[in-house]
């Protein structure tokens, strides 16, 4: 059994840092000794043959060099400091933030003020467009339902810490605190209602819905308390209720104990979470709770964002409290994602939502698979993601579909606006490749040089 190097080889430093050093699908190429243009890429010398691991790496930052350059390419307009993305709903944030959300996992392997600028040229934008009171209020766009307040929340933090900017931090605060005022089921305490619109939910068959989408407002909010401990700026009440909320979603949405409802008994233990919960007189159940292990292509039970950032938000309170019984629950979620049906032939399965299942990715490499305990079995299952995606989901022209798996579910579920002209389709697959590029640059992932071997001879 061998280790991922995290030691960086000359090569690879040379293959991360000279593609980046311009301005990656702008036009600008760099020339260096050693290296030769080929269609706005940098060729470097490949590793030796018999270096598995750097050769693992070498690929995977190939990969990511050429999803990166997709994604500007596709969906970005001007430089670097002073563009935007566009081809996309502007009146939406999450749309652009699902995008964000990887270029920070990418960031993380190399620190590029490419990608800085780029966080501070589309803020910038943004608040052309919308007064910080818009950016925060929910139940209008851009925020009209819990899981698009958390998809902003988690892109102004994003943005916070690629930048420094203050008032980025100050809107992810107010977008939670706005959140929870107006998703509220008369107390946090008693979890986040979907969406407020009596209109859509009847039309969905979704009055009375809660759900794990609220992830993303707990992940902002613990981190925004660990940013701000010790200062004015900290937020005791918010924190509170985020621990209201917390202990809401163990109680009805952690499939850790056997539970009855009215509409029958949930009897798996199998340590994921529930998607969605219904909660109105005569109907107070998961939804699914008679088809637990309904989880699939363009429909489940549960959600890969939502098992990954509940494995985060675990570890977060870790962070905070110091209580070991967080560390565990961590680790246990994290290897009751790999142990179940997540684990789709050996690589991740991209059940619930094509636009997000990836959006807690990044967190997890650096917060949950360096942990003591966490399966191996995530790490490989991860980097065989990426290869998967860049073989079965990128088109000619650079756009990714969600098909992980080679199949068609996706791309031709209308219903689901799952096809690959949308952004955030995109945007959730390369992520994967980004977050397999970071664990193996940080020596996160194990796998035996046959296993290697097996994955760069399949490609």
């Given amino acids: 059994m061998n280790k991922i190097k995290s030691i960086v080889p000359l090569f690879l430093i040379l293959t991360i840092i000279l593609p980046f050093a311009g301005c990656a699908g702008t036009g600008q190429k760099n020339n260096a000794e050693g290296t030769k243009e080929t269609d706005g890429m940098q060729e470097t ?236 007189p005569g109907r107070q159940c998961p939804d699914g709770v008679e088809r637990p292990l309904d989880i699939h292509y363009a429909g489940s039970v549960s959600a890969l964002f939502g098992n990954m950032g509940m494995a985060v938000v675990h570890k977060m309170l870790y962070d905070t409290t110091n209580d070991p019984k967080y560390l565990k629950r961590a680790v246990e979620t994290a290897n009751a994602i790999a142990d179940s049906l997540y684990d789709d032939d050996g690589i991740f399965l991209n059940d619930r939502d094509t636009w997000t299942d990836s959006a807690f990715t990044g967190y997890f490499v650096r917060e949950i698979m360096p942990l003591e305990g966490v399966s191996r079995k995530l790490g490989k299952l991860l980097v065989a993601t990426a290869f998967a995606v860049m073989k079965n989901c990128r088109e000619m022209d650079g756009h990714y579909t969600g098909d992980w798996n080679g199949g068609d579910v996706w791309s031709t579920t209308q219903s689901f606006h799952g096809g690959s002209e949308y952004m955030m389709t995109c945007a959730n697959s390369v992520h994967m490749i980004f977050a397999a590029y970071a664990a193996v640059s940080e020596g996160l992932v194990d796998m035996t040089d046959t296993e290697i071997r097996m994955l760069l001879n399949r490609q």
Avoid at 210 to 216: E, I, M, Q
């Fill in 45 to 280: 010398n490949k590793p030796e043959k018999d270096n598995i691991y750097d050769q693992l790496l070498y690929r995977l930052s190939e990969y990511a060099q050429t999803a990166y350059d997709d994604m500007i390419a596709n969906f970005w307009k001007g430089s670097a400091e002073s563009g935007h993305f566009v081809n996309y709903n502007k009146r939406m944030i999450w749309e652009y933030a699902v995008v964000l959300f990887g270029f920070e996992t990418l960031n993380s392997v190399f620190q590029s003020e490419e990608i800085q600028n780029r966080f501070a040229a589309q803020h910038k934008y943004l608040k052309r467009i919308y007064p910080d009171r818009s950016i925060y209020k929910c139940g209008p766009e851009p925020n009209p339902a819990c899981d698009d307040a958390a998809w902003t929340s988690m892109v102004m933090m994003a943005t916070w810490r690629m930048t420094g900017n203050r008032n980025a931090l100050e809107l992810a605060r107010q977008t939670v605190r706005s959140a929870y005022d107006y998703y509220r089921d008369g107390d946090v305490s008693n979890g986040l209602w979907y969406r407020m619109d009596d209109a859509y939910n009847q039309s969905h068959e979704a009055l009375g819905f809660k759900s794990l989408y609220c992830v993303g407002l707990m992940l902002t909010a613990l981190e925004y308390n660990l940013a701000t401990l010790g200062t004015e700026e900290n937020d005791p009440q918010l924190y509170a209720d985020t621990l209201a909320l917390y202990d809401w979603v163990e109680t009805y949405l952690a499939r850790t104990a056997v539970r009855s409802y009215p509409e029958g008994t949930s009897d798996v233990t199998d340590g994921i979470y529930w998607c969605s919960f219904y909660d109105i």
